[in-house]
């Protein structure tokens, strides 16, 4: 089962702490101010901005927080200037790692990625070394309990879809980031419940890790998410259900 996605699945079922949320409102908080800041603060008229939204939204973030974000964003209210950056290398086994962050200080950012990095076991390389393997997609997850699988299927595909696929307890919808705002909204109109429903890259080939190098690279994954100004985190690692079980 490829690593985006399985990945993923992983961290629903950890159990939520007071901790882990507030970081994860911090990282959301970000996103939707640097979407406000790059094409201004109506969500109907600015994508981006419309899906940092629904993304904070359904991590349960207030409102006014919400909207506080937005105005910083757009100048009414002072705040820190944030950068996006993209740090790509290697963990074990050779798998391919791309992290997007957000950061006010690249200079402290970059020595922090490439000591996550190492301390991992893997290298932090140059730009584009792993990045030629992955294409950004729309990916959208279903629990298969929700949605009938030929159903679910028809209503993807005649959305703009490029494919629908089982994996263990999870339907995978897949797109073109030009249809994912179509698909998203025939599923929510079939009300179809989303597990989650994102922007995501995804890689053209995968290297199938055993136990030991699965433990560290789901150990790497977990320390760059970790770090507060990490956005996203992709990999092309592959395992077997026989291996995921072994981890959980």
């Known amino acids: 089962m490829a690593g985006h996605s399985k990945w993923n699945n992983i961290k629903r079922k950890k159990a939520a702490n007071d901790d882990r949320r507030g970081k994860l409102w911090s990282k959301l908080a970000r996103n939707v101010i640097v979407a406000a800041k790059n094409g201004g603060g109506d969500p109907n008229m600015n994508l981006a901005l419309r899906y940092a939204i629904e993304k904070a939204k359904a991590a349960n973030m207030p409102t006014d927080t919400i909207d506080k974000a937005v105005k910083k964003g757009t100048g009414e ?14 963990g074990a086994a050779g798998v391919a790692v791309i992290v997007d962050v ?15 990095f190492e ?5 932090l390389g140059p730009a584009n070394c792993v990045g030629w393997n992955f294409q950004t997609k729309g990916i959208l997850i279903i629990q298969c309990g ?33 249809a994912f705002d ?3 909204r025939a ?6 419940a989303l597990q989650s429903a994102d922007i995501s890259k995804i890689p053209g080939s995968t290297i199938e890790v055993d136990q030991r190098s699965g433990a560290k ?10 770090h507060d100004d990490v956005q996203n985190v992709y990999s092309n690692f592959e395992m077997s259900e026989e291996v995921m079980a072994q981890l959980q």
């Open 102 to 116: 957000l950061t006010d200080n690249v200079n402290r950012t970059g020595p922090e990625i490439k000591k996550i």
């Open 77 to 90: 209210l002072g705040g820190a200037e944030y950068v996006p950056a993209v740090y790509e290398g290697y």
């Open 217 to 226: 690279i789901l150990r790497l994954i977990e320390a760059f998410e970790e």
């Open 182 to 184: 179509g698909v998203k």
């Open 187 to 192: 599923l929510e109109e079939k009300q179809i």
């Open 146 to 178: 929700d949605a009938d699988e030929n159903t679910l299927m028809e209503i993807a595909l005649e959305s703009g879809a490029d494919d629908v696929k089982r994996e263990g307890e999870i339907f995978e919808v897949s797109c073109e980031v030009q």
């Open 119 to 123: 301390r991992g076991g893997g290298k």
